[in-house]
């Protein structure tokens, strides 16, 4: 069993910047990859970035690429979401998730335990 806590999320201005932490408990955080998500009122949950168990293979959303930077620390059992140039389009509830592959996927059904979202809201 793992268990996520998100935090850091918001209400910022349009072209501002936040950055999302998550934590995860136990299991040993350095063998799985991690992945962002998030879901705006009335639309699907949608990937936004993913990270494998190293660090060393990013993926990200077309929509967030350029703007977003997933990153991770395995010595705090922790990954995080740095979000700069922020647009009004990414008002969402962002949610953290673990898979157990080795490598990042962008597949939602391969990630098998989520956090409980934190909102970020971003005014225009």
């Known amino acids: 069993q793992v268990q996520l806590v998100e935090s850091g999320g918001g209400l910022v201005q349009a072209g501002g910047s936040l950055r999302l932490s998550c934590v995860a408990s136990?299991?040993?955080?350095?063998?799985?990859?991690m992945g962002w998500f998030r879901q705006a009122p009335g639309k699907e949950r949608e990937f936004v970035a993913a990270?494998?168990?190293?660090?060393?293979?990013?993926y990200y959303a077309d929509s967030v690429k350029g703007r977003f930077t997933i990153s991770r620390d395995n010595a705090k059992n922790t990954v995080y979401l740095q979000m700069n140039s922020l647009k009004p389009e990414d008002t969402a509830v962002y949610y953290c998730?673990?898979?157990?592959?080795?490598?990042?996927?962008?597949?939602?059904?391969?990630?098998?335990?989520w956090g409980q979202g934190t909102q970020v809201t971003v005014s225009s």
């Open positions: 998730a673990v898979t157990s592959r080795l490598g990042a996927t962008t597949i939602q059904h391969e990630y098998h335990y």
């Open positions: 136990g299991r040993t955080f350095s063998s799985y990859s």
């Open positions: 990270i494998n168990w190293s660090g060393g293979t990013t």
